[in-house]
């Protein structure tokens, strides 16, 4: 008996009935002989390897199976039948190979894997080296966090603008995300300022650095929809409106002054301070608010001065707006030197200039 019948008899044995040692010694035979062979099978001979594949692989462990994914990952005409249920294979160590490498599986079954199969698989996907939108899509609604990062990531990887709606909603609170997101180069305008109006300083900072040509421009438009979005927000308040009430309530009676700024402040009471000095000044709420949420002491000095408050009651501002983390005493001793050396009219034209810009 020549060796090639010998092999086709074996072949022939296990895909019949032999047992799963002799299917896994049988595929990798199978295998060596496709690999080796590949660039000159006609379409024929790729359809006749998919067919034996896939009887091979019946109920064969795991292993076997991976190791056939490793095999066939990279090669330009692996059998489509196979790959796909490599792809589809509930291990993750069979399907991943496949999922990340296979240039033979295309995106609707790149995009039905995301749909159906676990965060495993969609974490494999995210690392193909080119990804469609309709794939990412499904990634960035579908997928976990790390699988997000890692989509936003990859820089063959397209974003639709339904995805970067959905990334930047995702990355309110999340800095590693959210810094991910802004710094790909092609993330428009719109998004890119939806996701600095929300961002924390520190990665308002790096993105501002990543795209240093809109900086001056960005800055602005960024403190208009953050103005817009809080200003919305300060009036739907349960709290605000209180707040406001009771302010009123002491202005109507005269009794609204700088001490009771002081004790509200001296209380924590953010909302009521905020409150008073919006009524005393004649100023919206939501200005004054973006004043006492601000990174910069001068902002608050500025109100503050401009209401011709003691310098007691700006300190008790000043604590209550700086939260559990407080001021060292050499910020504070700074603020006070500004704060008296501040001229009165100087502050009122800052703030008449802030409501001329509104």
């Not at 820089?155 to 590693?176: H, Q």
């Not at 909302?271 to 006492?292: H, N």
């Amino acid at each position: 008996m020549t060796a090639k019948n010998a092999f086709l008899n074996e072949l022939e044995l296990a895909l019949t009935h032999g047992p799963a040692d002799r299917r896994a010694k049988t595929l990798r035979r199978v295998t060596d002989l496709f690999v080796f062979g590949s660039s000159h099978f006609s379409g024929d001979h790729v359809a006749l390897f998919d067919g034996v594949f896939e009887h091979l692989i019946a109920d064969i462990e795991s292993g076997a199976r991976a190791a056939l994914a490793e095999r066939l990952k990279s090669l330009a005409n692996a059998p489509p039948g196979i790959i796909r249920t490599l792809a589809f294979d509930d291990e993750i160590t069979v399907a991943g190979p496949i999922l990340t490498s296979s240039q033979n599986i295309d995106n609707a079954a790149l995009v039905e894997n995301a749909r159906t199969k676990s965060q495993d698989h969609l974490l494999a996907i995210s690392n193909r080296p080119a990804l469609v939108e309709t794939v990412t899509d499904v990634l960035v609604e579908r997928g976990d966090r790390d699988v997000a990062l890692n989509t936003v990531r990859n820089a063959g990887a397209k974003l639709s603008p339904t995805g970067y709606i959905r990334l930047v909603r995702r990355s309110e609170g999340d800095d590693e995300l959210a810094q991910s997101v802004g710094s790909r180069p092609e993330i428009s305008r719109q998004n890119f300022l939806k996701l600095l109006s929300t961002a924390s300083k520190a990665v308002r900072v790096a993105l501002q650095a990543a795209h240093p040509e809109n900086i001056s421009d960005i800055e602005h438009v960024v403190a208009e929809v953050a103005t817009r979005i809080q200003s919305k927000a300060a009036t739907a308040s349960h709290d605000y409106r209180a707040a406001q009430a009771l302010v009123g309530a002491l202005h109507f009676a005269s009794k609204l002054t700088g001490n009771t700024v002081e004790n509200f402040a001296r209380d924590g009471k953010f909302e009521e301070t905020a409150a008073a000095l919006s009524l005393m000044g004649g100023w919206p709420i939501d200005l004054v608010e973006r004043a006492m949420v601000t990174d910069r002491e001068e902002t608050i000095l500025i109100v503050t001065k401009a209401l011709g408050l003691s310098w007691q009651t700006v300190n008790a501002v000043l604590k209550m707006c700086a939260g559990k983390g407080g001021l060292g005493p050499d910020t504070l001793e700074k603020s006070r030197v500004i704060y008296n050396g501040m001229k009165r009219e100087t502050a009122e034209q800052v703030m008449r200039y802030q409501l001329s810009r509104r």
